[in-house]
């Protein structure tokens, strides 16, 4: 049985990284195509709708992980029956999530000639309606017909989602990017977009029955048995509350981006946070498998050793975000100039608190990972704030500075929750220590890290044959600035960081050990 688990998390991570990278290099060539063919405010226009309507799955609440965590035991044990059980029950409840976000969905759809009026869009009516309700259909199909897949992940087979969603994907930009550039049609672009979701769900639904021949699900058996389960609404709503900090954040970033600024801003910035999310997604699958144990060292009960692993984790992560951050800062706009062309290129004073945020939320999962290995989960009122100091923050900043204050409100609100309250609820009821044991790893390592970044950037701007983009300049650009503060932030976190130190020794110690063994 372990030998499985081992078996199946390698093959999720496999497949994972082999369509991110796949992934990665398809939209990037494809966002080109659409910008080109389609149009900013077009690529805007769906972005923002699709952010709109993500509003809708708040009433989701987290059932599917709810229910997910009731899956685990039954699947150890192979009892199909109570399998069954759960996944009526998730049909039964999700069928009703689905009618309310259809009525919600409709009810929203009234307002759009307020929010998108065709003097500001340059787009008739028809076309924001079409788009809007290809979108909402795309994302019922989840709800009415693709929710066993849950099952699947909680059997860890997600490379069979990940593996038959994305070539779908894949399949679906390749038509997309056809049909842009030989007939620029909106509406057919609209319409693959919804008839993949379709096509995925027979194929996806196919797969399952395959892989558990034995899955009975009936709604409307699940009916009755939601009454046995009441710990699975219990379960929803502690998640709940939890995840819709994220979900409100991320899905009106773009709205309030158009209200202030305009849809082609949107688009353009997009393009920035696509580069972002990337480089984000790339990072956590490298690191995932070092924090995935982080609940079992703590369950051993010995809190100085959990402490000592946190500052060698997080001393680590910051490391690697400094890196992160630095490439992201110094080469982004001129990869957008190779990629897009100059005229969708942003000042990187504008971006600069997009940068400074994508630092510190890397530098969140470690400590993201311990709050939740230790069950801290009673600060409800922790997301709530964050939600409404980011609000507060972006519609007044976005009033006085556009893109830049807008962008200054997600800084804001993380820097107050996880950088003040987060560190203080861990050490005080987690670890029982000083926060002040926390503020003694990451300042010295952060203030060592601004002025290495300060000294770079000096350096690199300096370069005349830098600032004259080709691919060729890129390439020397990428590989001397990340090698420069790559070397001198390690060079400096051995010097100043005991718990940098002991990473590196133990993993130094670790490829020693399995080196020697196998040869």
Same mark, same amino acid.
């Given at each position: 049985m372990q030998e499985s688990?081992? %078996?199946?998390?390698?093959?999720?991570?496999? &497949?994972?990284? $082999?369509?991110? #990278? @796949? !992934?990665?290099?398809?939209? #990037?060539?494809?966002?080109? $195509? #659409? @910008?080109?063919?389609?149009?900013? =405010?077009?690529v805007g226009l769906t972005g923002t709708l699709q952010n709109l309507l993500g509003f809708l799955n708040l009433a989701e609440l987290g059932v599917g992980s709810a229910i997910g965590y009731l899956l685990y035991k039954p699947l150890y044990d192979? =009892?199909?029956? %109570?399998?069954?059980? $759960?996944?009526?029950?998730?049909?039964?409840?999700?069928?009703?999530?689905?009618?309310?976000?259809?009525?919600?969905? $409709?009810?929203? +759809?009234?307002?759009?000639?307020? /929010?998108?009026? +065709? =003097?500001?869009?340059?787009?008739?009516?028809?076309?924001?309606?079409?788009?809007?309700?290809?979108?909402?259909?795309?994302?019922?199909i989840g709800y009415f017909i693709n929710y066993r897949q849950n099952?699947?992940?909680? =059997?860890?087979?997600?490379?069979? *989602? !990940?593996?038959?969603?994305?070539?779908? !994907?894949?399949?679906?930009?390749?038509?997309?990017?056809?049909?842009?550039?030989?007939?620029?049609?909106?509406? @057919?672009?609209? *319409?693959?977009?919804?008839?993949?979701? /379709?096509?995925?769900s027979f194929i996806l639904n196919w797969k399952i029955n395959q892989t558990y021949p034995w899955l009975r699900a009936s709604i409307r058996s699940g009916r009755a048995l939601f009454r046995q389960y009441p710990e699975v609404m219990k379960k929803a709503r502690q998640v709940y509350v939890h995840n819709v900090t994220l979900i409100g954040i991320t899905q009106t970033r773009s709205f309030i981006i158009y209200a202030f600024v305009s849809l082609a801003t949107v688009a353009y910035f997009m393009n920035y946070s696509i580069i972002l999310e990337?480089? #984000?997604?790339? /990072?956590?699958? &490298?690191?995932? +498998?070092?924090?995935? +144990?982080?609940?079992?060292?703590?369950?051993?009960?010995?809190?100085? %050793?959990?402490?000592? *692993?946190? %500052?060698?984790?997080?001393?680590? *992560?910051?490391? &690697?975000a400094g890196i992160a951050t630095v490439g992201i800062y110094s080469l982004s706009n001129d990869l957008i100039t190779l990629w897009l062309g100059h005229k969708y290129v942003l000042g990187a004073i504008t971006l600069l608190p997009f940068y400074v945020h994508f630092y510190f939320d890397i530098n969140n999962d470690i400590t993201r990972s311990f709050v939740n290995g230790f069950g801290l989960f009673r600060d409800i009122w922790a997301p709530i704030a964050e939600l409404i100091i980011y609000l507060a923050v972006a519609i007044l900043g976005g009033y006085l500075w556009g893109l830049f204050g807008v962008l200054l409100g997600r800084l804001v609100a993380t820097l107050v929750i996880w950088y003040i309250w987060k560190p203080y609820f861990l050490f005080h009821s987690g670890l029982k220590m000083s926060v002040r044991r926390y503020w003694a790893i990451f300042l010295p390592l952060m203030l060592c890290q601004i002025v290495l970044a300060y000294i770079c950037v000096e350096i690199v701007d300096g370069i005349e044959y830098f600032n004259n983009i080709t691919v060729i300049s890129f390439l020397l650009k990428a590989i001397f600035t990340l090698s420069f503060f790559s070397v001198s932030t390690f060079i400096a976190f051995c010097v100043m960081s005991s718990g940098f130190r002991n990473f590196v020794m133990v993993r130094m110690l670790k490829k020693s050990i399995k080196t020697n063994i196998c040869s």
């Open positions: 688990r081992v %078996k199946k998390t390698l093959l999720n991570a496999r &497949v994972n990284l $082999i369509f991110y #990278f @796949l !992934t990665l290099a398809l939209s #990037f060539f494809s966002r080109k $195509i #659409f @910008l080109d063919t389609l149009g900013a =405010d077009f192979h =009892d199909q029956n %109570k399998i069954n059980e $759960i996944i009526s029950m998730m049909g039964y409840l999700y069928r009703w999530i689905g009618l309310i976000i259809l009525a919600a969905g $409709i009810l929203l +759809s009234f307002f759009l000639p307020l /929010i998108f009026p +065709s =003097d500001n869009t340059g787009f008739p009516i028809t076309l924001i309606y079409f788009a809007y309700f290809s979108f909402l259909g795309s994302s019922l099952l699947l992940g909680a =059997d860890q087979r997600n490379y069979v *989602v !990940t593996a038959y969603f994305q070539t779908a !994907t894949i399949i679906k930009t390749l038509i997309q990017m056809a049909l842009a550039w030989y007939t620029g049609s909106y509406y @057919l672009w609209v *319409v693959i977009e919804f008839t993949f979701g /379709i096509i995925y990337k480089v #984000f997604a790339l /990072i956590r699958n &490298v690191i995932g +498998s070092v924090t995935a +144990s982080v609940g079992h060292l703590i369950a051993e009960g010995n809190i100085d %050793k959990v402490y000592s *692993v946190y %500052k060698e984790l997080y001393s680590a *992560v910051v490391f &690697v």
